[in-house]
């Protein structure tokens, strides 16, 4: 599935972002907007004079009902958006005074990005007009970076076929630092899980694991060895050439038992001429295609756009930013349910499934015990399998994708050797977005709304004096309703 169709789906089952444009007075711009509207994907907000954004549109066919306009340097907020501002700023260097304060607002992307601040719209997209750093400028100034995030990193999506890779940095830091670099590895990571792919980062040199010396090199091992002390639940390895990184074969003769040799999909360089000139190579010569820069590390999505875009562009960096924004946004909420035997666990299991959507997927973990085998057996009984779904099957997934039913994942489970039942779960998971992470990232995990997380935990050891929590965590709207109706169901049969 391409990435565009993906993040179309996802953020389509969510509620509209709010996206603001503040280069309304673009053909371009309007064109877009007036297709993410009518898509129903996106909740624009164009920046401009209403009368002249209206006139464009009219000339260009647009329509532009439901679109909010705002004449920001006329709004009646004006002068409380200075105030907000000159707040943010203060202890600053910049923008110390109310004049300089109302002088920065004037201008459209200091202003989008104020509206960004207060929460009146998740995210912004700018630059067909404007340079890459009159765009980020003010978010670094406003917004800032995330948390535990100091520099921020362009990457790009490079796609084809499917085929899926992540770029970075390719856009805003010409020669960074090894802590710098594991800071972009670890936005690029996330990237990467946004658009279903389950992250393999590679740090890459001229060198692999030390054939060759020099301060490059060592700037690029150390990156390696510090984001795998931070992140250690994310795959990775450098320093390595990108023929060790890329190809199986390559790897066991350079990088025997590195752990994302041959099969790496993002690729961290050692700095921006390399990034740049590599996903230009690979845009032209190899037939990829280019989406990006992604601006990551910022606290909420702001995306540039190049002065040469065209609408169609706009549109997909539009569906790009929503779908940031709510990737950032997930909430999780829990509930508690006791359970005090082996026919309670059944029944519940058989709840749950009779409460479950086709394609619906359920993660089980925790202090399993019997009580995972019983639990699956009131799930299969209830969907009509004769034996306990103890790990998918090939004639599961192929029903789960037939939409015939709903997926019950006992695990999550490192691929290895020939499991050939994960590997074919895991692909088909990327394609709909979703990403296979291992313990204990899971916590800490994007997932989609229709993902429900249920957590066992056993205080006795035998079933004739247990009690069981489950703990249930749903990862959005769907899998709240599924947890909800799966509970109703369960208290009405006791």
């Known amino acids: 599935m391409e990435v565009f169709e993906q993040l179309k789906q996802l953020i389509k089952q969510k509620d509209k972002q709010r996206i603001v444009f503040p280069e309304g007075e673009d053909p371009r711009i309007l064109t877009a907007v007036s297709r993410l509207k009518q898509d129903d994907l996106v909740e624009p907000i164009v920046l401009g004079q209403k009368d002249q954004v209206l006139a464009l549109a009219e000339k260009a066919g647009l329509d532009m009902t439901g679109i909010e306009i705002v004449d920001y340097q006329n709004s009646p907020d004006f002068g409380e ?13 910049h923008f110390q005074t109310m004049e300089e304060a109302e002088a920065a607002l004037r201008d459209a992307n200091f202003y989008g990005t104020m509206l960004v601040y207060t929460g009146q719209a998740d995210g912004m997209v700018s630059g067909a007009a404007h340079s890459t750093a009159d765009t980020v400028r003010p978010a670094l100034f406003i917004l800032k970076t995330k948390p535990g995030m100091h520099r921020i990193s362009g990457s790009f999506i490079m796609e084809r076929g499917e085929e899926k890779y992540v770029f970075a940095d390719c856009a805003i830091s010409i020669d960074p630092t090894s802590d710098q670099l594991v800071e972009f590895a670890a936005q690029s ?14 740090f890459l040199s001229f060198s692999t694991h030390g054939s060759a010396k020099g301060p490059q090199v060592d700037k690029v091992a150390e990156a390696a060895k510090l984001f795998k002390e931070k992140y250690p639940d994310i795959p990775a390895d450098g320093d390595l050439q990108f023929d060790a990184a890329f190809v199986p074969a390559v790897a066991e003769l350079k990088a025997p038992g590195s752990a994302v040799g041959g099969r790496a999909n993002v690729f961290i360089f050692p700095e921006l001429q390399s990034g ?32 040469g875009c065209s609408a169609d562009d706009v549109y997909k ?5 929503a779908a940031q924004a709510l990737w950032k946004g997930r909430k999780k909420a829990m509930t508690e349910l006791a359970i005090n035997s082996a026919s309670d666990m059944q029944a519940f299991g058989a709840a749950l499934a009779q409460s479950a959507q086709p394609h619906d997927l359920l993660l089980l973990k925790g202090d399993l015990g019997a009580g995972k085998t019983t639990l699956t057996q009131g799930f299969g009984r209830a969907l009509g399998i004769k034996r306990p779904v103890k790990s998918p099957t090939f004639t599961l997934v192929r029903e789960y994708r037939e939409g015939k039913l709903p997926l019950f994942h006992m695990d999550f489970y490192r691929l290895e050797g020939d499991d050939l039942a994960s590997i074919d779960l895991n692909d088909y998971l990327a394609e ?25 935990t056993r205080v006795d050891d035998s079933w004739d004096s247990t009690k069981r929590l489950l703990e249930l965590v749903p990862h959005g709207q769907r899998a709240a309703a ?13």
Request: proline share 5%.
């Open 482 to 494: 599924w947890a909800e109706n799966a509970c109703r169901l369960y208290q009405e049969k006791q």
């Open 189 to 202: 990571a996330a990237t990467a899980k946004m658009i279903g792919i389950d992250p393999k980062v590679a």
């Open 81 to 93: 958006m200075v105030e907000k501002f000159h707040e943010r700023m203060a202890g600053g260097k």
């Open 276 to 307: 740049n000139i590599a996903y230009k190579i690979t845009q032209r010569l190899g037939n990829f295609t280019a989406i990006g820069p992604v601006l990551q590390g910022i606290a909420k999505p702001v995306n540039d756009l190049s002065r």
């Open 432 to 456: 709909e977005g979703v990403v296979i992470i291992e313990w204990p990232q899971v916590i800490q995990a994007d997932l989609p709304s229709n993902f429900l997380e249920l957590v066992l």
């Open 317 to 321: 960096i539009g569906i790009l930013t």
